[in-house]
Nanobody, 126 residues
């Protein structure tokens, strides 16, 4: 069973930056995809960014394009999410997710992910 552990959340002022990390342990493969989703109070969990290991495919939600960067930690089953120019509307609990054998069109769909982290709070003050 794969376990995902996130770190790096916190409180930051608008315009600031944070870096989230997620490390996977247990069985994974080169067909693994790791992603970030977020959930604000009273809202549904939404897609943020994803990294598909096999092809090196990366996708972002429109709301974070140009501000957030997902990257893989070489040699590890881990990803980072560099978040710049943060806005108050980025405030949410951020969850790391992992899934096997995802196709590119499924990377933003939370239903295709079986592995989830416990979440880390990101709060952006105005």
């Amino acid at each position: 069973q794969v376990q995902l552990v996130e770190s790096g959340g916190g409180l930051v002022q608008a315009g600031g930056s944070l870096r989230l990390s997620c490390v996977a342990s247990g069985f994974t493969s080169n067909r693994y995809t790791m992603s970030w989703f977020r959930q604000a109070p009273g809202k549904e969990r939404e897609f943020v960014a994803a990294f598909r290991f096999g092809g090196g495919n990366i996708i972002y939600a429109d709301s974070v394009k140009g501000r957030f960067t997902i990257s893989r930690d070489n040699g590890k089953t881990a990803v980072h999410l560099q978040m710049n120019s943060l806005k108050p509307e980025d405030t949410a609990v951020y969850y790391c997710a992992g899934g096997q054998r995802l196709i590119i069109s499924s990377m933003s769909d939370r239903r295709h992910y079986n592995d989830w982290g416990q979440g880390t709070q990101v709060t952006v003050s105005s």
